[in-house]
């Protein structure tokens, strides 16, 4: 039996987690199609050219915007203090945001110490511990605020205050960063987790072999064999979690008290909170300045990633030697704090939703008395209006989902199978990079006031969010297309004919994670729609957002509305497990 | 291919869900400010119009939301000043009433078309009798923001001429004869019920209106002058000395050791129903200053449930020797919104017509947290009847008259909202010299430093 079949991420290559973003030319040079001239190759583009001008066009307009009113002096205004109160200083946001990329760092180390925990797990432990561990990476941010605040709460309605002998405020000054920050580990750390799981499996087990045989010392062989092996890994989930701790914002809106909020302040909050203060111009010279660490963060990886990257050879089928025994009671150990950890935000949420609504606003769950068969569900639900705004999000994700993958594919066949000149290519590929760390808030000031109101109805919000997951969905692709073996391609294209059909077939468990992807994104996303406004009103997580604001008397219903909100993208998350690990890893179906 | 069909039922299925949105016909969309028990309360409400209505709540953002032009037909705002934004009032649509908001209050005023804009077309309706007039909207719900609500357990104390103790030592000597009723009185009130070890108050630090409805209060009782003259943004108004003296008060009434239970830390994670439950189901606080809208609060988790959990709020206290007691109003307006949507108007004028939804407004009145100054009195809960008194249209004779919330007013560096403007620098005032919930003793923090630089911040703010 090949080990493939075992589990997935057996044979995945080390460096084709994810997606590959370097621009560097792919030296196992795909089979290209040598036909008609180049028009065809920016036929493939256009569509995703012209998706992403939905971006490129307020992102620019933001830019103008920032220089037009008050010029360049925007951005040294906008840094320094303004009225000598600190009232619109954004250092403090600046420094809460340096935090949370701190914190994003500590994830990956965390996702790395449990996936070293767990490499000899068995089949059946690392499905459960992955699925364990993912679950919260497709929860929403709302979902997770209001779990943790619901643990966090004062006595006697708080879990962890019913544990500890005297009660401790959790969600006040100083304590709020232990919950939001547990958030962020318990939303983050699946993913670190996963990637760095399918890493380590493909440390060269040869050289560690040889290396040992020769004496080398332990320190030596992590610093020679495993860091740079692990490195292309290392460095693209650190992309992926810097880039959510940059764009940190509902968690903090939901998991913190309105009056402490701005002790946890980040930019984008920051930004979205004293528009209309600072004026157009230092806004706007805000957000650009907010994208533009965002792209730094982004771009450091990237070019680091590009020089270690290693060789690109053929990939192998690398004999594994049995493992050697290592006491299990590690690993169960491991089994025993991190599962019922991970699964307890889900349990409470899940338990306080079936608790009356007076019963959730009084007590904790563990007094009996207040369960119902109901719950609150009746209060979440009774008037429809939170059935039809779910539906209404679900129409608004599949729609972004169908736009994504239809636009997405020419452009990432174009990128690999199609003769690009190699500027191009690079241009192309740096800018999806960029686009794919894009903050919404770069483009919150000339969406908020379209003059035409055009960001009302499903229809446009779909399209503004299929924009924006458009270039994570192209990376994706584009790196699966490439994974997609020689011989497939070759008849087609040796025959003048397009291969992207027989290259899209191939790159199914890709494409189905880019529509999951995008689906979720656009299900979960609470930004775009308070900055869109009108629109987005009937969007589930903002009516659930607007809730928050009587927390304790609506905790009941929210947490049931947060279950209905949370199953759908965990079914979904179930339902394509296999296709998913294997989409984000190898992309391919072989 | 399987993956191609699949592609095909989704589409059809997104598309299937669209086609519902563009359809000429489309519902009635109304924009509110209000979540929970309240959006719910209205939602029912709604429920007896005869066209389907689809209602939103844009919280705090509601004022970009009326600037959009594919914006919402009706909106229900808590701020009357956004109908003179030009962005906005260009697209409002008149409303004709047949009796005009004619109370002593100036408040009641604010929804007055302009003279002249009677002739703008869309709201003729030819079925109005009578003399007629022009409005910009209609009040649909108001709120009576100067109230002390006492938990079961608190000792009495009547706001006006009263008994008292005054006793500690901390105030400015001994108080003169008849003001034991008043401010003053009511401080050395929650001094000794401080000192004897129940915290007197909770306060929902944590909701920054919840402040400024403090400093509200205290400023209107001071000094009506003074607050009419912030509310109508006339210069300098900050720098009256009232002002200062209002903060003085409050930061006084606020550094008393042992007021809120938990000190300042746990007071800012108290919301608004939080320091509700404090007072009504925990009971470790003794009174709560709060809108009328806490009634169904209250009765919904008073302990034990069943009988009547409060006895009547009480007076905002006000300084001894003024005259009148401060009666802050907080309302919201319904406005159609255009261009071109007549149901919008007929929406608007069905909520005040005696043969629409004006039975629907009674029936969420009794049961008490809706105050609508369309209806008479007596159909409220008895614990707010002489509440409404004061909120009507025309108000009864001999009521003394109301002031608009000011918060609702500030735009700017003063705008409120989370983190920001007057709510921050009350927040900032209440954490300087409240005490931080180890049981203090004393006369607490000194209150003229903080004071001092909450009055700078407001100053410099206010530019």
């Known amino acids: 039996m090949r080990h493939e079949d075992v589990f997935p991420f057996e044979g995945a290559r080390r460096h084709d987690v994810f997606f590959d973003v370097t621009p560097h030319p792919d030296m196992r040079a795909p089979a290209k199609w040598h036909g008609q001239g180049r028009w065809r190759i920016w036929g493939y583009l256009l569509p995703a050219i012209t998706l992403a001008t939905v971006l490129l066009v307020p992102l620019l307009w933001t830019v103008v915007l920032s220089l037009r009113e008050g010029g360049p002096a925007n951005y040294l205004d906008v840094m320094t203090d303004q009225d000598g109160l600190e009232d619109l200083s954004v250092w403090p946001p600046l420094l809460h945001s340096a935090v949370w990329l701190l914190l994003a760092l500590m994830v990956c180390a965390l996702g790395l110490g449990l996936a070293w925990l767990a490499r000899d797990a068995g089949p059946r432990q690392r499905v459960l511990l992955l699925s364990v561990l993912a679950l919260p990476t497709v929860t929403s941010p709302l979902t997770a605020g209001v779990a943790f605040r619901l643990i966090f709460d004062v006595s006697p309605r708080g879990t962890v205050n019913a544990l500890l002998p005297a009660p401790v405020l959790f969600t006040g000054p100083g304590w709020i960063w232990l919950v939001l920050g547990s958030a962020f580990v318990w939303q983050w750390t699946g993913l670190a987790f996963l990637v760095f799981h399918v890493g380590l499996a493909n440390v060269p087990r040869d050289l560690l072999r040889v290396g040992r045989i020769f004496g080398a010392e332990r320190i030596r062989l992590l610093r020679t064999v495993v860091a740079p092996a692990l490195f292309p890994t290392a460095a693209l989930v650190t992309l992926v979690v810097l880039t959510a701790a940059v764009r940190v914002f509902d968690v903090i809106l939901v998991g913190a008290p309105g009056a402490i909020q701005d002790e946890v302040d980040v930019v984008g909050l920051f930004w979205w909170r004293h528009q209309d203060e600072l004026g157009r111009g230092r806004a706007s010279a805000l957000a650009v300045l907010l994208f533009a660490m965002a792209a730094a963060v982004a771009l450091l990886i990237v070019w680091r990633l590009r020089r270690d990257w290693p060789e690109t050879g053929q990939r192998r089928q690398e004999y594994r030697a049995p493992a050697r025994r290592r006491p299990r009671w590690l690993l169960r150990g491991v089994f025993a704090a991190v599962t019922p950890v991970w699964l307890s935000p889900f349990v409470v949420l899940l338990l306080t939703s079936f608790r009356s609504p007076q019963g959730v606003a009084t007590s904790g769950w563990w007094t009996w008395q207040e369960y119902r068969l109901s719950g609150s569900y009746g209060d979440a639900f009774g008037d429809g209006s939170f059935s039809g705004a779910l539906w209404a999000t679900a129409q608004r994700g599949l729609l972004a989902a169908v736009i994504v993958v239809l636009f997405a594919v020419p452009a990432a066949y174009a990128l690999t199978h199609e003769r690009l000149p190699l500027r191009a290519r690079r241009i192309v590929t740096s800018v999806t990079v960029l686009l794919a760390v894009l903050p919404p808030q770069a483009l919150g000031g000339p969406l908020g006031d379209m003059p035409d109101g055009l960001p009302g109805g499903v229809v446009t919000l779909s399209w503004i969010h299929a924009a924006l997951a458009l270039p994570l969905g192209v990376l994706l692709l584009r ?42 994104l656009t299900w979960n996303d609470l930004v775009i729609g308070l900055m869109t406004n009108w629109s987005a009103a009937n969007q589930a997580p903002l009516i659930m957002f607007q809730q928050s604001r009587f927390f304790t008397t609506s905790a009941g219903a929210l947490a049931a509305q947060a279950v209905a909100v949370t199953a759908v993208p965990a079914l979904l998350l179930f339902a394509t497990g296999r296709w998913l690990v294997r989409g984000l890893t190898q992309g391919v179906n072989r | 291919m399987n993956r191609r069909k699949a592609l095909a039922v989704l589409s059809g299925l997104a598309v299937g869900g669209l086609t519902g949105c563009s359809d000429p016909g489309s519902p009635l969309r109304i924009a509110v400010v209000w979540s929970g028990e309240e959006l719910k309360r209205f939602r029912r409400f709604v429920r007896d119009y005869h066209q389907e209505v689809v209602v939103y709540s844009g919280g705090e953002d509601i004022a970009a939301l009326l600037q959009n032009p594919a914006g919402p037909d009706v909106a229900i705002i808590p701020q009357p000043w956004l109908l003179d934004n030009p962005k906005i009032s260009r697209r409002i649509q008149p409303v004709l009433q047949p009796v005009a908001p004619t109370g002593a209050d100036e408040w009641q005023k604010l929804v007055l078309a302009a003279p002249g804009t009677s002739a703008s077309g869309t709201a003729a309706d030819g079925n109005a009798t009578g003399p007629a007039v022009q409005v910009k909207g209609v009040w649909f719900k108001v709120t009576h923001k100067s109230l002390i609500w006492r938990g079961p357990n608190a000792p009495p104390f009547s706001a006006g001429p009263g008994d008292g103790d005054p006793a500690s030592g901390c105030g400015e000597g001994a108080l003169p004869s008849g003001c034991e009723g008043g401010w003053e009185g009511w401080l050395e009130h929650c001094r000794r019920l401080a000192r004897d070890g129940t915290p007197p108050l909770s306060i929902a630090a944590a909701d920054g209106w919840t402040l400024t409805d403090w400093f509200e209060n205290v400023l209107l009782g001071i000094s009506r002058e003074t607050y009419a003259g912030l509310l109508n943004n006339v210069a300098g108004a900050w720098n009256d000395e009232n002002v200062e003296k209002a903060l003085t008060s409050l930061a006084t009434l606020w550094s008393i050791p042992g007021l809120v239970p938990g000190g300042f830390p746990r007071a800012l994670t108290t919301q608004f129903h939080d320091s509700i439950l404090d007072v009504f189901y925990y009971r470790n606080a003794d009174m709560l200053s709060a809108p009328d809208f806490a009634w169904p609060v209250i009765k919904r988790y008073h302990r034990p449930p069943g009988n009547p959990p409060a006895p009547k709020p009480i007076r905002f206290p006000w300084p001894c020797g003024k005259p009148q007691p401060p009666v802050l109003v907080g309302g919201d307006v319904a406005v159609a919104l255009g261009p071109g949507r007549a149901s919008a108007v007929d929406f608007v004028k069905w909520i005040t017509d005696p043969r ?34 004061e909120v009507r249209t025309p108000p009864a004779p001999s009521v003394p008259p109301g002031a608009f919330d000011l918060s609702d007013k500030l735009t700017g560096g003063l705008a409120g909202g989370d983190g920001k403007g007057l709510w921050r620098i009350l927040t900032k005032l209440f954490i300087e010299v409240a005490d931080d919930g180890a049981r203090g003793s004393g006369c607490g923090k000194p209150v003229a430093g903080p004071v001092a630089r909450a009055l700078e911040h407001l100053r410099k703010s206010a530019g």
């Not at chain 2, 039975?359 to 707010?384: H, I, M, N, Q, T």
Request: net charge negative; no cysteine; proline share 9%.
């Open chain 2, 356 to 389: 629409g939804g004006v039975e629907g407004l009674k029936d969420w009145a009794r049961e008490g947290g809706f105050l609508s100054p369309e209806l008479s009195p007596d159909v409220y809960p008895d614990e707010l009847r002489d509440l409404a008194r």
């Open chain 1, 479 to 520: 790196n699966a297309f490439a994974s997609v073996p020689r011989p497939v391609v070759l008849r087609p294209l040796a025959e003048g004919r397009s291969a992207i059909r027989r290259v899209t077939t191939e790159s199914g468990p890709a494409v189905v994670t880019v529509a999951v992807l995008t689906f979720v």
